[in-house]
């Protein structure tokens, strides 16, 4: 028997609902927090250490609900505990063994996110596992709003105010250390910022997918652009329209959200990858010729 279609909500109607309009402005903030520090990651060239890093929340997740239950505050503190232990425990194994740093995460990483499926699915919580792994924007409380919101100002605030010592950093550590940029600090504030950012993206794309929002926009303008100030604020312009784009597209396609999102930011990365003007497919097939 055939669907009623008159019964489904308009996408003008479904936007009406507060739930709706929650979900959408938590699309631009995420989107644009995510895209800002996505800048970070591709200039340091470090995306396989967030992608470790955002399959390390689960486990934090995993532990403060088998601890002190399922509430906002803690599980955006057991996901800030996951990530630092696997972070800071790699330092500690690649400089107290025969392992690097990348070993180390990837088996501290793997560890905990099994231990913190077993623990989940022993607790009965497959719907929230669920969530947890892929998203559920649509689902955002304010409480939830509110700690986006926070997370999304602290994070482009801070790297805002570090971009100068930041960028001379990356691209000539010797000459920011002979100019007095406090290094180990630096490198503290900006992974607690990546951190914070992959815990405020849990709740829209969730931590198998988030590592997509937090590397695709700078990426997409690192292929139109040679100024590295313009991908922060490219990568955040991209990052929040492409999640509108996408949370705007899922309910008449019926996709997941999380889903949506990630596809966008990789059609625009493509689309960029193609037809950029100076690095595209089609730029780098005339030069040849």
Not at 29 to 37: E, K, R, S, Y
Not at 67 to 80: E, H, K, Q, R
Not at 267 to 281: E, K, N
Request: glycine share 10%.
């Amino acid at each position: 028997m055939a669907a009623d279609l008159s019964s489904v909500p308009s996408l003008s109607d479904f936007l009406a609902e507060p739930i709706a309009r929650r979900a959408l402005l938590a699309c631009v903030m995420i989107g644009f927090a995510n895209g800002f520090v996505s800048a970070f990651v591709v200039l340091r060239r470090s995306a396989l250490k967030v992608g470790t890093l955002s399959h390390s929340l689960l486990p934090g997740i995993a532990l403060v609900v088998l601890i002190a239950g399922v509430t906002n505050w803690s599980l955006l503190a057991g996901s800030v505990f996951a990530a630092l232990f696997v972070g800071l425990g790699s330092v500690f194994l690649s400089r107290t063994s025969r392992l690097d740093q990348d070993t180390s995460m990837g088996i501290l990483y793997t560890t905990g996110f099994a231990a913190g499926l077993i623990i989940l699915q022993r607790l009965n919580l497959r719907q929230k596992l669920d969530e947890w792994l892929f998203g559920s924007i649509v689902g955002m409380a304010d409480t939830d709003l509110w700690i986006a919101f926070g997370i999304s100002l602290v994070a482009v605030v801070t790297l805002v105010t570090l971009q100068r010592p930041l960028l001379i950093y990356m691209f000539e550590p010797n000459v920011a250390a002979s100019l007095g940029v406090p290094v180990r600090l630096l490198n503290y504030a900006t992974f607690g910022v990546v951190i914070l950012v992959l815990v405020s993206s849990l709740q829209a794309v969730g931590c198998i997918l988030s590592v997509g929002l937090l590397i695709t926009p700078a990426a997409t303008v690192y292929l139109l652009t040679n100024e590295a100030k313009w991908l922060f604020i490219g990568g955040g312009i991209l990052g929040a329209v492409g999640s509108v784009l996408a949370f705007l597209l899922q309910y008449p396609l019926g996709w997941s959200v999380s889903g949506a999102i990630v596809v966008v930011q990789g059609i625009f990365f493509l689309t960029a990858y193609v037809f950029s003007p100076r690095y595209g497919l089609f730029a780098k097939r005339e030069v040849q010729v």
